[in-house]
Antibody
Framework: QVQLEESGGGLVKPGGSLTLSCEAS????????MSWIRQAPGKGLEWVSS????????YYADSVKGRFTISRDNVKNSLYLQMNSLRAEDTAVYYC???????????????WGQGTLVTVSS | EILMTQSPATLSVSPGERVTLSCRAS??????LAWYQQKPGQAPRLLIY???TRATGIPARFSGSGSGTEFTLTISSLRSEDLAVYYC??????????FGGGTKVEIK
């Protein structure tokens, strides 16, 4: 079955950097668009970034553009999110999400990993 | 940005009762709407996509309807395990995906 396992979260100071990883299994990773979606403590869900199946096209929310970088390694079945210039408002659980489209196409809806918590605080 | 508004914010319902959750989009999103269930301490789970299609393994007591700007998620007979926050999400304006603020379903 689909498994998405995030790692790399933790406590970081404002202005610091962190890289999240997501290891995928149970499906053909290279066929799916992937995304990062976050949830601030006690709050709703916010789309962060998406990447096409080949990694050729990337999209970012305005709130993270220029600070975050999404990437993927289809050999390692892994998705990444490099986060720089972190702010307190970036504090959230970050979910790795598989777009359910497959076959190198998007659907716009997702299955989700369990998430990893990023806390930005001095 | 497409604003998704869910109502009510909280709903307290007895087991066996019918539950109706609403989601409104600030602009038309056709039928490009999904519903997710998030149980305490868990990741969201896809329930409905295309406004009315149940995802794999989702019980038949969950149903979705609507198109354009008005959408509804119905739980025909609430079970205790349905305690959760329910979110709607539009994907008509992919990749600019937006989520509603959620409706928390409490068991009375």
């Amino acid at each position: 079955q689909v498994q998405l396992e995030e790692s790399g979260g933790g406590l970081v100071k404002p202005g610091g950097s962190l890289t999240l990883s997501c290891e995928a299994s149970g499906f053909t990773f290279s066929a799916h668009y992937m995304s990062w979606i976050r949830q601030a403590p006690g709050k709703g869900l916010e789309w962060v970034s998406s990447i096409t199946s080949t990694g050729g096209t990337i999209y970012y929310a305005d709130s993270v553009k220029g600070r975050f970088t999404i990437s993927r390694d289809n050999v390692k079945n892994s998705l990444y999110l490099q986060m720089n210039s972190l702010r307190a408002e970036d504090t959230a659980v970050y979910y790795c999400a598989r777009d359910e489209g497959g076959d190198d196409a998007w659907s716009g809806y997702f299955s989700w990993g369990q998430g990893t918590l990023v806390t930005v605080s001095s | 940005e497409i604003l998704m508004t869910q109502s009510p914010a909280t709903l307290s319902v007895s087991p066996g009762e019918r539950v109706t959750l609403s989601c409104r989009a600030s602009q038309r999103v056709s039928s490009n709407l999904a519903w997710y269930q998030q149980k305490p301490g868990q990741a969201p789970r896809l329930l409905i996509y295309g406004a009315s299609t149940r995802a794999t393994g989702i019980p038949a007591r969950f149903s979705g309807s609507g198109s354009g700007t008005e959408f509804t998620l119905t739980i025909s007979s609430l079970r205790s395990e349905d305690l959760a926050v329910y979110y709607c999400q539009q994907y008509n304006y992919w990749p600019r995906l937006t989520f509603g603020g959620g409706t928390k379903v409490e068991i009375k």
